[in-house]
């Protein structure tokens, strides 16, 4: 639960017709509200692939997903911002392809990932990586250490089996705030050579998963900024 609220993530059970479907929760994220005793649930994204992590910074929400081949996506909702549900156009749009190379006028009609979000009028990721680098989990921090306001820290873990950059890593952007623009200002990724499933913050720290040696680690938090 974050504040009085629940905020949940779903993929798109190996369907491609349900993440635009209003009448489907799949591949969307779900904001369940509770009201005097009283529960409401509705969509707040659409067109999600695959989520991974999910996380709130203020009225901030960044999700990770894993894309086809290529095209894994950090999105960013802001719930004062933006009219939801948002969409983000999976499997219309993406930066991705589909595993046999094709995609646009070649793919199926069902699923183009036409390579432009804002000419369908979805809403563009945050970032997006090609080649996939397998995001697994996402912290988002008040840099300040105080309010969201003033700026976000946000903490990216990454999978993949390659030794290639941007996998088996921990990904750290600082990002500013300017009305309902995100800039991004900084960016550092910290290679770490094994799989990490899961990150968590600690009072000092940011706790990791090495999903390939099956051991917990961390890195101190304010040290890297």
């Known amino acids: 639960p974050l504040d009085d609220n629940l905020y949940f993530s779903t993929g798109m059970l190996n369907n491609f017709l349900v993440p635009q479907d209003d009448s489907s929760s799949f591949g969307k ?13 509705k ?5 999600i692939r695959n989520p991974q992590g999910l996380s709130k910074c203020g009225e901030n929400i960044f999700v990770s997903s894993h894309g086809p081949k290529g095209g ?37 009609s069902y699923a183009p990932l036409y390579q432009d979000h804002k000419k369908f009028n979805f809403k563009d990721p945050l970032l997006f990586y090609t080649p996939s680098v397998a995001p ?54 910290y290679n770490l050579g094994v799989r990490i499933r899961d990150i968590e913050e600690g009072e000092n720290v940011i706790w990791f998963w090495d999903e390939t040696n099956g051991r917990l680690g961390f890195i101190e938090k304010w040290e890297i900024i």
């Open 29 to 41: 994220i779900l904001e369940i509200k509770n009201t005097n005793k009283k529960q409401s649930i």
């Open 43 to 47: 969509h707040i994204v659409k067109g």
């Open 72 to 108: 894994d996506e950090i999105n960013h909702i802001s719930l004062l911002y933006d009219k939801t549900p948002v969409n983000f156009g999976w499997p219309i749009a993406s930066y991705g392809t589909h595993y046999d190379g094709t995609f646009g006028e070649n793919a199926p």
């Open 136 to 189: 697994s989990q996402l912290i988002a921090l008040p840099a300040d250490n105080l309010d969201c306001k003033n700026g976000i820290i946000l903490y990216m873990a990454t999978m993949g089996w390659k030794d290639t950059p941007g996998q088996k890593s921990i990904h750290r952007y600082e990002l500013s705030l300017d009305e309902e623009k995100l800039i991004i200002k900084n960016k550092t990724i």
